[in-house]
C-alpha cells in the first residue's frame, strides 16, 4: 500500500485552516485599530485647557472616582483601577495626560460593547480573569477585547478532563511498528520494512524514509533524528535530510545512544560510554566506569550525561567527563527520566506489582525533593503540555506538576499494552501496526500575572 492512502480526508482540517486564518485576520484589524486610536490620542494632550465636551482624566486635585458611559450603560470605578495596568489603552487614556469625550451627564463616554466591558473592569478590580466555561464564543470575544485594551491575557494550559484519541493511523497489514519517537513535532515511527514514516501531531501522514535498516529504532534530540539496528547508524538533520551515518563492527554491540554536548555517546556491554564526533563518527572519547555493568540507558540532562546501569544504579557524568553522583538502589530495576522541569526515577515496589515508587531530584545536588508512590507499572514518564503522562496497561494516566493523577483515560483496543512517545505538545500511543494520536482541549489559567 502507498504511505500516502493513510492520509485521511483535509476537508475538515482544511475548513478549521480556514476559521484560524480569518481569526488571524481579525486580529491583525484589531491591532491596527488600537494603533490608531492611540494615534488618535496623542494630539488631545491636554495642557491645562479642556475643550467643551471633553473631560481631564486626572489631576492631582481631582477626585478619584471615575464615572464612564460604557455602551449606554453606567460605571462607576477608580482612577487607580483603570491605570492598575500602566502600559494598557485604559492605563494611558486615565494617566492625566489626555482629554476624553463626556457624555450629557459628565460620564466619560467608551464606545465599547457592555456586555465585554464588564468582565475587563472585573479584572482589573480583582486580579482575575471571570471566565465563561460554556460559552467558546463569548470566552474567545473577552480574549479579542482584553487584547484591544491590551491587557495581559492568562496563559492557556491544557484541560487533563479533555484528554482524548483524536486519531487512528493502521499501516499495512503486514508492518510492524518497531519503535516511535517525536521529533520537532512529528510523530516518526521505524517500520518493519527498513522505512521510518512520518506523521504530524495529528495524524496526517508527512513522507517515508528509506533508512535501509532491518527493524530500525528511532530517537531524537531537538536538532536530529537517529535511526539504528545491528550496530548500524542513520542520522537526519531538523529538515529530515540525511546526514553522513556509520556502520559500527558487530563486537561493538552498542545498545543504547545519545546526543550529549556535541558528542555522540553510546553505551556497552561492558558499561563504557564511546564518545563519538557527530560529524564523522569517530571515537574521539569515553567515559569508563569504575568496574564492567552494562550501560542499560543514556540519558542526557541539564549539560549532564545519567548513566542507568544493570546493576548498580545511576552514575552522573559532567562535560569534564567526570563522575559527579552515584545513585544506587539495591534490589531494584531503575527507570531514570529526564524531564525539562525534573530529574526522576522510577523503580518497582517489592510489595505490589502494579505501584511504584517515584522519586524527583534537585538539579544541583541530585538531592530528593519529592517521593511518591504511583500506582503503574514500571515503565515511562514524559512530558507532555504542562502535564506528566505514561500508559499503564489499558490506561493513559496524566500527572500533574506534583505528580498527583488528574485524568486516567481507557486507551483504545488496538493501544492497550503498547507503548507511548510524547514530547511537547505532542503524545502518540502505538502498538503492532496501530499509532493512536491524542490531544485535548486548553484553558485559561484564571489567575493573572
Not at 510492524?176 to 518493519?192: D, E, H, N
Not at 534530540?221 to 546526514?243: G, H, I, Q, T
Not at 508512590?373 to 500533574?400: N, P
Request: charged share 25%; proline share 6%.
Amino acid at each position: 500500500m502507498d504511505p500516502a492512502t493513510l492520509t485521511p480526508s483535509t476537508g475538515p482540517v482544511s475548513s478549521e485552516n480556514d476559521k484560524i486564518a480569518r481569526l488571524e485576520a481579525e486580529i491583525e484589524n484589531l491591532r491596527a485599530e488600537i494603533q490608531q486610536l492611540r494615534h488618535a490620542l496623542k494630539p488631545h494632550l491636554t495642557h491645562g485647557h479642556a475643550e467643551p465636551g471633553t473631560a481631564v482624566a486626572s489631576s492631582p486635585c481631582a477626585s478619584d472616582v471615575v464615572r464612564l458611559n460604557v455602551g449606554g450603560i453606567s460605571y462607576c470605578t477608580t482612577r487607580s483601577t483603570l491605570t492598575k495596568i500602566r502600559d494598557s489603552m485604559l492605563g494611558a487614556m486615565f494617566s492625566g495626560q489626555f482629554a476624553l469625550n463626556t457624555d450629557q451627564h459628565g460620564q466619560i463616554f467608551i464606545d465599547r460593547d457592555v456586555e465585554l466591558f464588564a468582565p475587563v473592569l472585573s479584572f482589573l478590580r480583582n486580579g482575575r480573569w471571570a471566565l465563561p466555561t460554556d460559552s467558546p464564543l463569548l470566552f474567545e470575544r473577552i480574549r479579542r477585547e482584553a487584547e484591544y485594551f491590551g491587557l495581559p491575557w492568562p496563559e492557556e494550559v491544557l484541560d487533563s478532563a479533555t484528554v482524548r484519541p483524536v486519531h487512528t493511523v493502521r499501516l499495512e497489514e503486514q508492518l510492524t511498528i518497531v519503535g516511535v519517537s517525536v521529533f520537532r513535532g512529528w510523530v516518526v515511527a521505524g517500520c518493519s520494512d527498513r522505512s521510518i514514516r512520518v506523521f504530524s501531531a495529528d495524524g496526517i501522514f508527512q513522507q517515508c524514509l528509506n533508512c535501509g535498516l532491518t527493524s530500525p529504532w528511532v530517537s531524537s534530540s531537538d536538532n536530529r533524528l537517529f535511526a539504528w539496528s545491528d550496530n548500524k547508524f542513520r542520522v537526519w538533520n531538523r529538515d529530515l535530510e540525511p546526514l553522513p551515518g556509520t556502520d559500527f563492527p558487530e563486537a561493538d554491540k552498542l545498545k543504547y545512544f545519545a546526543e550529549w554536548l556535541g558528542w555522540f555517546a553510546c553505551g556497552t556491554e561492558t558499561g563504557e560510554v564511546r564518545l563519538l564526533d557527530l560529524a564523522s563518527f569517530r571515537v574521539c572519547g569515553s567515559l569508563a566506569p569504575p568496574e564492567a555493568d552494562p550501560a542499560c540507558l543514556l540519558i542526557p540532562w541539564n549539560r549532564l550525561l545519567v548513566v542507568a546501569h544493570q546493576s548498580c544504579g545511576l552514575r552522573i557524568w559532567d562535560q569534564q567527563c567526570s563522575i559527579t553522583h552515584e545513585l544506587r538502589f539495591p534490589d531494584a530495576y531503575i527507570i531514570p527520566v529526564a524531564l525539562d522541569r525534573l530529574f526522576v526515577t522510577l523503580r518497582p515496589l517489592h510489595t505490589s506489582e502494579t505501584k511504584a515508587e517515584i522519586r524527583a531530584y534537585s538539579a544541583d545536588d541530585f538531592r530528593p525533593v519529592l517521593t511518591r508512590q504511583m500506582s503503574f507499572k514500571v515503565g515511562r514518564v514524559a512530558e507532555w503540555e504542562d502535564h506528566f503522562v505514561t500508559v499503564s496497561d489499558d490506561r493513559l494516566l496524566v500527572y500533574d506538576e506534583h505528580f498527583v493523577c488528574r485524568s486516567s483515560i481507557d486507551l483504545p483496543s488496538e493501544a492497550v499494552g503498547g507503548r507511548f512517545a510524547a514530547r511537547g505538545s505532542t503524545l502518540a500511543t502505538y502498538k503492532d501496526r496501530s499509532i493512536v494520536f491524542w490531544g485535548g482541549q486548553r484553558k485559561a489559567c484564571l489567575t493573572s500575572t
